[in-house]
């Protein structure tokens, strides 16, 4: 299984500003996700970060709201950009290895 | 399009019941699925998964799943429920696509 390190937990930020999540694994894996869960909701695929190329994003999900790196195969960030209140949510990150996904325990942003 | 649906928002269960969370899938193919567990300001947990082979499957906690092909359902059932099995039940395909899940409720 694959231990991964989300930071930060939570935050509040203010609206109009911007929020790196960093996504750290312990091993070396092809495939990142990024997911955000709305407050009482289930968890809607953001993108998919393979290392050496671009995010591939999911309907409704944009590159200029969700810039997302993929440095090298243990490291990625997701940054929500121009925050509004309407992107309070949990966003988490998720690998892949074989047919299982593992999770971050998420990052909480409150947007005010 | 391939989905799965949790028909159920909320499950009510007594301590020491059996428990049934309610998932069914549409996936052309032979399906891969899933169950997590989230418990309140935790990340997900994955339970168990069928990917072939047996159609009950034993997971994590003593859940076990029933993949039926026929009903095209992979319920998740435990035989006598904990107060700490309350928590947010994902049913899953392949591993991305996430049901809306349903909240598990078990009173002492």
């Known amino acids: 299984s694959a231990v991964i390190s989300q930071k930060p937990s939570r935050d509040i930020c203010q609206r109009g500003t911007s929020l790196t999540i960093q996504c750290q694994v312990d091993?070396?894996?092809?495939?990142m996700f990024w997911y955000r869960q709305q407050p009482g909701q289930s968890l809607t695929l953001i993108a998919t970060?393979?290392?050496?190329?671009?995010?591939?994003?999911e309907s409704g999900f944009v590159i200029d709201k969700f810039p997302i790196s993929r440095p090298n195969l243990t490291f990625s960030t997701l940054t929500v950009s121009n925050m509004s209140p309407e992107d309070s949510s949990i966003y988490l990150c998720?690998?892949?290895?074989?047919?299982?996904?593992?999770f971050g325990q998420g990052t909480r942003l409150t947007v005010v | 399009a391939q989905s799965v649906a949790q028909p159920e928002d909320q499950v009510n269960v007594a301590e020491g019941n059996p428990l049934t969370v309610k998932c069914t899938y549409s996936?052309?193919?032979?399906?891969?699925l899933f169950w997590y567990v989230q418990y309140p300001n935790r990340g997900l947990q994955f339970l168990l998964k069928?990917?072939?082979?047996?159609?009950l499957v034993k997971g994590s906690y003593g859940f076990e799943a029933e993949f039926n092909k026929s009903q095209t359902s992979f319920h998740l059932k435990k035989p006598s429920a904990l107060v700490s099995d309350s928590a947010l039940y994902f049913c899953?395909?392949?591993?991305?696509?996430f049901g809306k899940g349903t909240r598990l409720s078990v009173i002492a």
């Open positions: 091993s070396q894996v092809t495939m």
């Open positions: 998720s690998v892949g290895q074989g047919s299982e996904a593992f």
């Open positions: 069928y990917i072939t082979g047996d159609n």
């Open positions: 899953a395909f392949s591993p991305l696509v």
């Open positions: 996936v052309s193919g032979n399906p891969y």
């Open positions: 970060a393979n290392q050496g190329s671009e995010a591939t994003y």
